[in-house]
């Protein structure tokens, strides 16, 4: 499996669905995160009886980086930042599907950046329509 990487976010694919998620140095720590976003993913699709969907959109930071925003009906979460535009590139052209998986990575006692959603089933998947 493929993992690209900055020093703060990493990005796979399952079947070509991508998955994203901040880059923690350890595996409790992401597991921590992870559940965090659950719990806010979880206030965020009630609004929608249950469906996970969302608006994703990109804040460009006053450093040139991204940020990562999913809008529900009720509220908005700021999900990830520093994206750089390689890495959104990257993101946006695997969207094809308009599902992706919101999870975390962490580095395994070799330095190899692990994900979350493949090694614990740790993430939510969601639908972007547009």
């Known amino acids: 499996m493929i993992v690209y990487q900055s020093s703060d ?11 994203i ?3 923690l140095p350890n595996k409790e720590d992401a597991i921590k995160v992870a559940e965090s976003y659950m719990q806010l993913i979880d206030k ?5 009886k249950g469906n996970p969907r969302c608006r994703i959109s990109f804040l460009k930071q006053t450093d040139g980086l ?15 930042s520093n994206l750089d535009e ?6 946006k052209k695997g969207l ?3 599902l992706f998986i919101l999870t975390c990575f962490f580095n395994d006692q070799d330095d190899n950046v692990v994900c979350l959603a493949l090694t614990e089933g740790v993430g ?3 639908y972007s329509p547009g």
């Open 124 to 126: 939510a998947v969601l």
């Open 96 to 98: 094809k599907t308009k």
């Open 86 to 91: 390689l890495m959104l590139l990257r993101f």
């Open 66 to 80: 991204y940020t990562l925003i999913l809008r529900g009906s009720d509220m908005a979460l700021e999900t990830l």
């Open 21 to 23: 998620g901040p880059r």
């Open 44 to 48: 965020l699709a009630r609004g929608e």
């Open 9 to 19: 976010v990493a990005l796979s694919f399952f079947n070509d669905i991508p998955a």
